[in-house]
C-alpha cells in the first residue's frame, strides 16, 4: 500500500512534542491526496506499531526519547524497504544531515519551512524522488570536506566536550592518557582546530556530538 500510484499518500508522523505532532497533522490532513494515519511519540512506539505496507512516507523527528531518529530509520527500512522517511526536526547540523541521509532518509527538513515545501517534498518522495532543499545541500557539501571520526575519536570528543581530563577520559575508556593523546591529535586534525575548546565547540556546532 505505499507504492507510488496509490491515490491516497498515507503518512506516519514520529515526533515527541504533542502539540507540533497534532498541528502537523492538521496541515497535512488540509492537503489535498494526503492523510496522516499514525502518529507516535518514540521511535520505538513507530517500529511496534509499524506494519510494512501500510504508510507510504514518514516524517521523522532526529531527537526522540530513546532510540534516536536515526535508529528508527534504520529500522524501519530493514522491515519495509520500500517505506520512504522524510527527517522532520529543527537541527540543521552538517553531522546530522549526513547520518540521517546515510540511514537511508529521502529528504530533511527543517520545521520552520512552509505547509507548501512540507507537503510538496512528500508528494515528491512519494513519487520516488530523493529531494534536499538547497540549504541542507549546503550542509552536506560542509560535510563531505571533514574527514571522519572513528567511533572511538567521537567517545574521546564527548568526555572532551563535558569536561573530562586526559586522565578521566581514559579511566573511563580504559586506555592509556598516552592513547587519549594520540586520538585527541588525530580528531584536531580531522576538525581543523588547534585545541580541546576548540574542538568541542565544533563538534556540537557541526552536530558531531549532542550534549543535552
Do not use: C, W
Amino acid at each position: 500500500m505505499n507504492k507510488s500510484n496509490d491515490p491516497l499518500i498515507k503518512v506516519m508522523i514520529v515526533d515527541d512534542h504533542p502539540t507540533f505532532r497534532m498541528g502537523l497533522a492538521a496541515l497535512i490532513d488540509s492537503q489535498p491526496g494526503m492523510k496522516v494515519v499514525a502518529q507516535y511519540a518514540s521511535g520505538e512506539e513507530a517500529l511496534a506499531a509499524y506494519t510494512p505496507g501500510t504508510i507510504s512516507v514518514v516524517l521523522m523527528d532526529l531527537r526522540l526519547p530513546g532510540i534516536g531518529g536515526v535508529e528508527a530509520i534504520i529500522g524501519l527500512l530493514g522491515r519495509d524497504p520500500g517505506v520512504r522517511v522524510i527527517v522532520l526536526t529543527t537541527y540543521d547540523a552538517d553531522e546530522d544531515v549526513f547520518r540521517a541521509m546515510q540511514s537511508g532518509a529521502r529528504s530533511y527538513l527543517l520545521k520552520d519551512m512552509s505547509t507548501e515545501e512540507i507537503a510538496g517534498t512528500i508528494i515528491a518522495v512519494h513519487r520516488g524522488s530523493t529531494e534536499v532543499p538547497p540549504r541542507i545541500a549546503e550542509r552536506l557539501a560542509e560535510r563531505a570536506q571533514r574527514q571522519a571520526l572513528s567511533q572511538r575519536e567521537q567517545e574521546v570528543l564527548q568526555l572532551l566536550a563535558r569536561g573530562r581530563s586526559n586522565k578521566e577520559i581514559g579511566a573511563q575508556l580504559f586506555i592509556s592518557e598516552e592513547t587519549v593523546k594520540s586520538h585527541l591529535k588525530t580528531l584536531f586534525a580531522k576538525l581543523r582546530v588547534r585545541d580541546r575548546t576548540e574542538a568541542a565547540i565544533s563538534a556540537v556546532r557541526h552536530g558531531i556530538i549532542h550534549l543535552e
